[in-house]
């Protein structure tokens, strides 16, 4: 139900905060009705690319069989582009957007991979611990919960999220009271949405980012908003449904 309410009040909320200049779209609709019409037939290069593409997407889904890394899978795929003629260097040097999220992005991961090696992360967790002690719960578990949901604002991956933090966020709330079905199914659901928050939170959101569609300021004014609405349905409305449902 939480989710329902989710995926009906976010698009809602987005529209009104990034409302269009323009709502009429018999000029888009006209216009890519045009375009389609003016298009050739496809190439003999597109279906290469096509084929290169499937292939790509086939050893990354069975990488886990042939022990491929994924790194290597992309590499071949633009390689055979490459030596196809499919692509040429300068086009891949053209993809400016590209070079840019790698310069940005890399350096990022590796800082969060450097604060896990040299126990920041693990200070942070007893710090948590120790700081929960003396207040009241309910206080406690609000805190948590906005601390573990925004700590993502530090991280570029769900993965690194995960394996930081869920383990010791969901000990510390089920201390605390909180059912283990609970705490585990709210901190999953927060961690899945967490990410919307920046344009690095997760690799997805650098792809849209590199749109150029939204500013990086508009993009944390609407993540930051969206969040909150989030926050407030699972937190709030979905915790008191799992309640009416007995699971606490």
Sequence with gaps: MPTILAVIVTPLLIFKLHHPKHTDLTTVRQTAIKSLSN??????????????????????????????????????????????????????LHEKQGWNIFLWLAPLIGVTEYLNKTGVVNWIKLTLTNSVHGISVGLAIVL??????????????????????????????????????????????????SPGTTHYGTGTASIYFSTGFLSQKEWWRIGFLVSVSNILIYGVIGVLWWKVLGLW
């Design 39 to 92: 298009m050739k037939r496809i190439s003999a290069n597109e279906v290469m690319m096509v084929i290169v593409f499937l292939a790509v997407v086939v050893l990354w889904a069975t990488s886990a069989l042939t022990g491929l890394d994924n790194t290597l899978i992309a590499m071949f795929g633009l390689t055979v582009l490459l030596i196809l003629r499919i692509l040429t260097i300068d086009d891949v």
């Design 144 to 193: 948590l919960v906005l601390l573990y949901f925004y700590v993502h604002y530090l991280l570029t991956s769900v993965l690194i999220h995960v394996q930081t933090f869920f383990i010791p966020f969901a000990l510390i709330l089920v201390s605390l009271g909180v059912r283990p079905i609970v705490a585990t199914m709210l901190l999953g659901l927060l961690t899945c949405l």
